[in-house]
């Protein structure tokens, strides 16, 4: 497995679906899902140009983050958040992609670190995943803004998976829709971090500034 071919494979494919969505590459930032990846996979992708990484398991990333000890890496968390463990991912991580809930968002302000915080929308409406509906978007939002520490920088989701071949394109659609909304009432909510290794192309055309990319960097676990 040549991690550097791959990181440049999907440099080439984040250029060519920005120009398609007449957007600069440059405005989208690749982070490289790293669960269940050793430190010398992390490693030798950071040597080849990466600086975000994201982790869904707390004490597996911990190990890890303490391990490489770089100033010079973003570590997102994208996993389900414990409100007991919100400490230690407030001082561990820069970026959080899951917040759904106003206790959540008390418990990694009570941790008193500047963090930066995404709002995850269920946009596709599964009993399975995490988030919240649109209706609950504002009011979340207003939550986080009155907090001390959180700066809410914007949205995260994960639309249903294509259904014999065909994904559903209007979900990506209304997560640009409210990505919109949300920067109209809070200018600095300006990321939104949707697409994975399966389609973060299309995540692009529909405003994606972050895409969450694992397996087509490191392989099948």
């Not at 950071?46 to 600086?51: A, C, D, R, V």
């Not at 970026?95 to 670190?113: F, M, Q, S």
């Not at 990506?172 to 409210?178: A, Q, R």
């Amino acid at each position: 497995m040549d991690i550097s071919d791959n990181i440049r494979k999907i440099n080439e494919k984040i250029k060519s679906a920005a120009i398609q969505a007449g957007r600069s590459h440059e405005e989208i930032k690749l982070i490289a899902v790293s669960k269940r990846k050793s430190v010398d996979l992390i490693t030798a992708a950071f040597n080849f140009g990466l600086h975000n990484f994201g982790e869904n398991y707390l004490q597996e990333s911990i190990e890890k983050i303490s391990s490489i000890n770089s100033k010079d890496i973003d570590w997102h968390f994208i996993g389900n958040i414990q409100s007991r463990k919100s400490s230690q991912i407030a001082q561990h991580f820069s970026w959080v992609h899951t917040i759904d809930r106003a206790k959540i968002v008390n418990a990694l302000d009570a941790a008193g670190k500047n963090l930066k915080v995404l709002i995850q929308i269920n946009v596709s409406g599964e009993n399975s995943k995490s988030g919240i509906g649109e209706d609950e978007l504002m009011p979340l939002a207003e939550i986080v803004s009155e907090s001390k520490y959180l700066e809410l920088k914007g949205l995260m989701a994960l639309p249903s998976p294509a259904v014999s071949g065909k994904i559903n394109e209007k979900e990506y659609e209304k997560m640009n829709m409210l990505s919109d909304k949300l920067k109209n009432y809070y200018s600095s909510a300006n990321e939104l971090s949707l697409g994975t290794s399966q389609d973060f192309e299309l995540g692009i055309k529909h405003g994606s500034t972050m895409i969450r990319v694992g397996e087509s960097i490191f392989g099948k676990r």
